[in-house]
Nanobody
Framework: QLIESGGGLVQSGGSLRLSCTFSGSNFETYFMAWFRQAPGKEREFVSA????????SYSDAVKGRFTISRDKRANAFYLEMNNLKPEDTAVYYC????????????????WGQGTQVTVSA
C-alpha cells in the first residue's frame, strides 16, 4: 500500500514536497515513480528512481525543477518540486513496480490514491 502526502495550493514559483510511504518488504528490485494527471488529460510520467539507487529519470517538463529521492530506512520516497508553474497543476500519484519501461504507467502494479497539487498564476 502506498500513501501520498504533501499536496496543496501554491503560487507560481513556489515549492512543494510530496511524500510517498509504503509497507511491505518486497520492493528491493522495484522502481518508484511519480505520475500526474491534469483535468482532461492522460496520466503522464514525472519522475522515477530505482529503489536500490543509482538511477533516476525525469520528464522534460520537470527536469531541473523537480528532484526525486528515497529513504530506505523510512520506506519512503519524495518529490521535491521547485519553481512550480500553473501547468504543473494536477493530481500526483506515486507508484511502485518491477518495471520494464520506467515511463509507462502500465508497468507499475502499486499505486497511491493521489494528492492534488494546484499552482496559481
Amino acid at each position: 500500500q502506498l500513501i501520498e502526502s504533501g499536496g496543496g495550493l501554491v503560487q507560481s514559483g513556489g515549492s512543494l514536497r510530496l511524500s510517498c510511504t509504503f509497507s511491505g518488504s518486497n520492493f528491493e528490485t522495484y522502481f518508484m515513480a511519480w505520475f500526474r494527471q491534469a483535468p482532461g488529460k492522460e496520466r503522464e510520467f514525472v519522475s522515477a528512481v530505482m529503489w536500490t539507487g543509482g538511477y533516476k529519470s525525469y520528464s522534460d517538463a520537470v527536469k531541473g525543477r523537480f528532484t526525486i529521492s528515497r529513504d530506505k530506512r523510512a520506506n519512503a520516497f519524495y518529490l521535491e518540486m521547485n519553481n512550480l508553474k500553473p501547468e504543473d497543476t494536477a493530481v500526483y500519484y506515486c507508484a511502485a513496480g518491477p518495471v520494464g519501461s520506467v515511463r509507462s504507467q502500465h508497468d507499475y502494479d502499486n499505486w497511491g490514491q493521489g494528492t492534488q497539487v494546484t499552482v496559481s498564476a
